[in-house]
């Protein structure tokens, strides 16, 4: 065999190596992604009274799902269970862990107004507006 063959087969044979890690490194990545827990589907819907947020939680009990409010900020935490140790999973795509989704709300709203239903895996947040503007008068000394 000349040395230029000898030289061309180390070549390939360092190229398959790479394209071969590459695949593995792949494969790790996209295992790791698809069972990370990615932010919900949420709509944010406004009309002259109210907010409306509409959350998919597939997968979610009730008793999972834990909702801070403030005047101005909607904050919703779920936990999707965990599958037992010990099966033998051919293929694991189901999501499991917490999730945690923080916005802004384009008003105000009444903390005392609000309605929430969880119903086939879809949370419905109904937030009354605040109508009335507070101002307070500054007198001059």
Do not use: C, H, W
């Not at 065999?1 to 490194?25: H, L, P």
């Not at 409306?52 to 005047?71: A, C, H, R």
């Amino acid at each position: 065999m000349n040395r230029r063959s000898r030289a061309e087969e180390v070549f390939n044979d360092i190229f398959d190596t790479i394209k071969d890690k590459q695949k593995d490194i792949g494969g790790v990545v996209n295992e790791y992604a698809s069972n990370t827990v990615q932010k919900p589907a949420m709509d944010l819907i406004e009309d002259p009274e109210y907010i409306s947020v509409i959350t998919d939680l597939p997968g979610v009990n009730k008793e999972d799902i834990k909702i801070d409010l403030t005047e101005s900020e909607l904050e919703i935490t779920a936990k999707f269970n965990e599958e037992p140790d010990g099966k033998n999973f051919i293929r694991k795509e189901r999501r499991y862990g917490q999730i945690k989704r923080s916005i802004s709300l384009p008003a105000k709203i009444k903390l005392t107004e609000t309605s929430a239903i969880f119903e086939n895996g879809v949370l419905t947040l109904v937030l009354t507006k605040q109508t009335e503007k507070k101002s307070y008068e500054i007198k001059l000394d």
